[in-house]
């Protein structure tokens, strides 16, 4: 199995320039201190001008250095921030492509990304490269006297035990917390989506309060957190002046025993400072640590090799044979023994229409999912032209397969862009060319800004047939070798389901391989097989028996009694009465 590469080896080179970096810095921000001590064991005690004048230039220059090298260390840290962010970002998007997540999971991974890009991007991440040379700091410390470096040490240790306390005491707590807040937000979208539904059923008092109820559980959690990880933090803080007055304090007595210049005062307290300010910035910054440490884990986890799909080569383009052998589906979590589709077999030629019928729940939806690619099954294969589905690039096999889902989805951007599928360098004549052949065209041209409508969140809300007419014309955009589609005339008219007839009959005429799920009989006609599904297994029909021409709009009932053969075929396609 693949294995993840460590952090530090996929960002080695701008982890190795910000501890390059972070040493000159280190090194640069020692010029005062020495400043001090010479000024007071050296220009003071000689009264000589020259040699106030050039140590004086000195440290100025080196705050100069300073200066330019902390702010390459920023901009390294913000080009890791987006190395890290277009590294992520395509694998992210791929996984959830590939492999689809409940809304509440991609809202979670996707504030877990943004939490460590914004973590990368900050000073916290910088801060850390200044630990590794608290060692440093300490060495001088016992050249200036080795009391002073013992005293310091000690304080360390302390603060370091601040740290570890803050971080167990608080790490409960931080972990509900995000739970908490996940679950919030996760049911918020849910509501929100359901707009319509809240408002006619009345539910928004009951919503709004079940979502304060979670809201302030995370937020109770929150401030737990933060209460405790406060204390630990004015604790160190505390500390951190106390240790250096006494450190002031035992150099004032080092000096008046003879033991210590009185310059050194000031350069012990200067870096016994810079030795614990690092220390000091990780408890005030422990909440953002863990956490973005936290995203990052599960942003790897998601992410990772084995979690993803490697490329594969392009195959030759495919004729249109779709194969599939003995395919099975268990739902996850459900009952042993349970399967929505129980060892179904189809071959699917070029240049022929299936029809599946079936009642309702059956598992035909189910079915032509696992067809077009869009659910994995849990046993059986899938082949294309002999080609396994898994040896396919993604893009090849979408770019043949025209997929109608049951429930139709528009995607934010313009109508021309959805039937092109976003491909960048579409050719509109192709597009007018779908549309055309899905009905479409005309009403397009009738919005406002016809083929740049945005929709899919955006300016238009289209009617459900309007929209499975643009779904439909998408599906046929590029001439693909195979049409799936999912009940694609439930929401149209009679006008509507003649242009869809036209539409598969002239594909079937082209070539493409044909299938397609419905509960109205009328499609029949253009059928060259019939199949069944029945809890899961399936049967072919024989089209010479096919029943009598329905009365009311091609629909049948679901259960009705039948005694003669046609009519057996009638009950089993079951319908929905027309809306």
Do not use: C
């Not at 979590?333 to 030629?349: C, D, E, M, V």
């Not at 997929?403 to 109508?415: K, R, S, W």
């Not at 050719?427 to 929709?455: N, R």
């Not at 007419?469 to 590029?478: E, M, P, Q, S, V």
């Amino acid at each position: 199995m693949p294995v993840a590469e460590p952090f530090y080896r996929v960002y080695l080179p701008h982890l190795r320039a910000l501890f390059a970096f972070s040493i000159i810095t280190n090194l640069m921000i020692l010029a005062p201190s020495f400043h001090m001590l010479q000024i007071y064991d050296r220009v003071l005690s000689s009264g000589s001008k020259p040699t106030l004048f050039f140590i004086t230039l000195i440290a100025i220059f080196a705050l100069v250095v300073y200066g330019v090298a902390e702010t390459i260390r920023t901009k390294v840290s913000q080009r890791l921030a987006a190395k890290y962010t277009v590294s992520v970002a395509d694998k992210l998007f791929a996984r959830f492509a590939n492999f689809p997540q409940s809304p509440m999971a991609i809202s979670k991974y996707l504030r877990d990304y943004g939490t460590v890009r914004t973590f990368l991007s900050g000073r916290t991440v910088i801060g850390l490269f200044d630990l590794p040379f608290i060692p440093f700091f300490l060495l001088l410390l016992f050249f200036v006297h080795w009391s002073i470096f013992l005293v310091t040490l000690g304080g360390i240790f302390v603060m370091a035990l601040f740290s570890y306390l803050n971080g167990k005491m608080t790490e409960q707590s931080r972990t509900k917390s995000r739970d908490m807040d996940g679950e919030a937000i996760g049911f918020a979208q849910a509501a929100f989506s359901r707009g319509e539904d809240v408002r006619t059923l009345g539910l928004l008092p009951n919503f709004i309060t079940l979502w304060g109820h979670r809201t302030a559980s995370a937020l109770i959690a929150a401030e737990d957190a933060s209460d405790k990880s406060a204390i630990f933090f004015s604790l160190s803080k505390a500390f951190r002046q106390i240790l250096q007055v006494s450190i002031m304090g035992w150099g004032a007595f080092l000096v008046l025993a003879g033991d210590m210049s009185g310059g050194k005062i000031f350069l012990a307290s200067m870096i016994s400072g810079k030795a614990l300010g690092p220390i000091e910035q990780v408890i005030g910054s422990w909440e953002q640590i863990t956490k973005s440490y936290a995203s990052y884990k599960a942003v790897e986890e998601l992410t990772g090799p084995e979690k993803t799909l490697s490329a594969r080569a392009m195959l030759p383009e495919p004729v249109g044979h779709l194969h599939a052998k003995n395919l099975i589906y268990v739902p996850k979590g459900a009952a042993p023994g349970t399967r929505i589709i129980n060892n179904i077999s189809l071959q699917l030629k070029p240049g022929e229409i299936v029809v599946v019928v079936g009642a309702s729940g059956a598992g035909k939806s189910t079915f032509v999912r696992m067809l077009a690619g869009a659910l994995r099954p849990s046993a059986g294969e899938l082949l294309m032209d002999n080609a396994q589905y898994d040896q396919w690039p993604t893009e090849q096999w979408g770019r043949n397969i025209g997929y109608v889902a049951q429930e139709v989805n528009l995607f934010p951007g313009t109508i021309a862009d959805n039937i092109a599928r976003f491909d960048a360098y579409f050719d509109e004549q192709t597009v007018y060319k779908a549309a055309k052949a899905a009905g479409v065209h005309e009403m397009i041209l009738g919005l406002p800004k016809g083929y740049q409508s945005i929709v899919g969140m955006g300016e238009f809300q289209l009617s459900m047939g309007q929209r499975q007419n643009i779904a439909l014309a998408r599906a046929l955009y590029g001439t693909p070798k195979v049409l799936i589609l999912d009940e694609p005339n439930a929401h149209l008219d009679q006008y509507g389901e003649g242009m869809l007839f036209n539409a598969l009959i002239a594909a079937k005429k082209q070539g493409a391989a044909v299938i397609v799920v419905s509960q109205r009989t009328s499609i029949l006609k253009i059928a060259n097989r019939t199949m069944r599904i029945v809890k899961g297994q399936a049967e072919f029909l024989d089209r010479n028996k096919r029943p009598a021409r329905p009365t009311q709009a091609g629909q049948l009932a679901v259960g009705q009694k039948m005694d003669a053969e046609s009519n057996r075929l009638k009950r089993s396609v079951a319908s929905e009465s027309a809306a």
